[in-house]
């Protein structure tokens, strides 16, 4: 490594040790609460976040917060990095390019309670008709109707397959990012949607040709 590049490293790790010194400060002096994006979880992956606390029941994730939209053949279709943003804030988003990409071949949408409000609600309906997506808070009667129809209990039953969906991305190689940097990052998780929807496809061309495939019928005397 040349002296230039050892200089930038040790600027770099001067700033994070000051900045530690001034987070300690505040915390344990002061009894300040941190807010969450001040937090520093890796020295060397500084973009990184802490998905879940490891609370009872719960692994500890460290990582960031990938959003994923799947169709009915479960290729994913959308991705996005989301950092801290809550997911209601993506809603909208979701559905108007989905919208864009599919136009009317886009039966249905559906979401995570998390991705919801009252006024979120509303504005998807607008865009899809057929959107999927539980109310937060106390619903009224006419909300508890649509949720307890059979034609949204099915296809929010349908959504469940999501989970196992971004389970499948940690055997695609998302499990452990081994690229360093942000941008590199973006990249990896890129290549691991990839590497899924390959594997997708793989599957139904295996399972179609054993369909195609003929019989053998013999008999032996």
């Known amino acids: ?35 969450h994006n001040e937090k520093v979880f890796s020295l060397f992956e500084p973009h990184t976040k802490w998905n879940s606390k490891g609370k009872a029941g719960v692994i500890c994730e460290l990582g960031q917060k990938h959003l994923v939209v799947t169709d009915q053949n479960n290729f994913i279709v959308f991705h996005k990095l989301i ?18 990409k599919y ?9 995570d309670k998390g991705f919801s409000s009252k006024e979120i609600i509303t504005e998807l309906e607008k865009i899809i008709p057929n959107a999927i997506i539980k109310q937060k ?9 649509i949720e307890r129809s059979k034609e ?26 081994r690229d360093k940097g942000e941008k590199n990052f973006t990249r990896y998780v890129s290549l691991a949607v990839l590497s899924y929807n390959l594997h997708r496809l793989g599957n139904l061309i295996k399972k179609s040709r054993l369909k195609e495939k003929p019989k053998i019928r013999s008999r032996a005397a």
């Open 1 to 35: 490594m040349s002296q230039e590049l050892k200089l930038v490293e040790l600027k770099y790790f001067k700033s994070m040790l000051l900045k530690h010194i001034d987070l300690v400060e505040r915390r344990l002096l002061n009894g300040e609460k941190i807010p």
């Open 103 to 111: 136009g009317e071949s886009l039966a249905s949408l559906s979401f």
């Open 83 to 100: 950092a801290d943003i809550p997911d209601k804030f993506f809603t909208i988003e979701v559905a108007c390019e989905l919208k864009e």
């Open 152 to 177: 949204f209990k099915k296809l929010n039953n349908k959504h469940n397959a999501v989970e196992s969906n971004i389970n499948q991305l940690g055997h695609n190689g998302l499990h452990k990012c």
């Open 137 to 145: 808070g106390k619903p009224s009667k006419a909300r508890k109707e």
